[in-house]
């Protein structure tokens, strides 16, 4: 069966500080990957997805940039945090059903910039 | 413009007070529908795919419908630990196969 893993599972980084998330995948190969921002009372916010190693599209222009330098391994990243990068980031990935692909998410890490 | 919107936003239920949430969902096209439930703190959980209206999924207490417009997760008898927050999301056809677009979500409180 398929595992998805994220760490660290909490981070409290100071403004301006560098970050580093990183998510993998277990039981599958060539997964779709995706990088998600969660705010409290608003939806899921897609930031980055990938259908291959060294492939990255991002939907949103930010402070943020994401790497996949393996086939299960999804890296989001800050040169440096703002307090607007606080939020809970959600890593997930995709397998085909039928004519859809089904998401299945991480269990998050909860990023507070002080 | 695609949409989805969830309602209530938050809902109390008696153990036992069966009752239903509700996804309303605005896209050109239907893809595919997903509902999720998410524990405070964790990623969401998968629960269904809904593909055409008039189809029905099934688990435990839970039970999800798809109309044209909107789908409803309808809860039998809940119990406390059913209580989280229900996310619902639609794929579009008129994006890639890698575009969901989510709802704020229903939080579900279940009172013993």
């Known amino acids: 069966s398929q595992t998805i893993h994220q760490w660290p599972a909490t981070l409290v980084q100071p403004v301006g500080s560098p970050l580093s998330l990183e998510c993998t995948v277990e039981g599958t190969s060539n997964p779709n990957l995706y990088w998600y921002r969660q705010a409290a009372g608003r939806g899921l916010q897609l930031l980055f997805y990938?259908?291959?190693?060294?492939?990255i599209s991002s939907e949103v222009p930010q402070n943020l940039s994401a790497s996949r330098p393996q086939d299960r391994q999804f890296i989001l990243s800050s040169k440096k945090l703002l307090l607007s990068d606080s939020g809970f980031y959600l890593c997930?990935?995709?397998?085909?059903?039928?004519?859809?692909?089904?998401?299945?998410f991480g269990p998050g890490t909860r990023l507070t910039v002080t | 413009e695609d949409q989805v919107t969830q309602s209530p936003e938050a809902l109390r239920l008696q153990e036992g007070e069966s009752s239903s949430l509700n996804c309303s969902y605005t896209v050109s096209g239907l893809r595919g529908l997903f509902w999720y439930r998410q524990d405070p703190g964790k990623g969401p959980e998968f629960l269904f795919t809904l593909y055409s209206a008039g189809e029905e999924k099934e688990k435990e207490r839970l039970k999800a419908t798809l109309t044209k417009k909107e789908s409803f997760l309808h809860i039998t008898a809940p119990k406390p630990e059913d209580s989280a927050t229900y996310l619902c999301a639609v794929q579009p056809t008129t994006s890639g196969t890698y575009k969901y677009i989510f709802g704020t979500g229903t939080r579900l409180k279940v009172l013993a």
């Open positions: 990938s259908v291959g190693i060294g492939q």
């Open positions: 997930a990935w995709s397998v085909r059903a039928g004519g859809v692909y089904e998401q299945y």
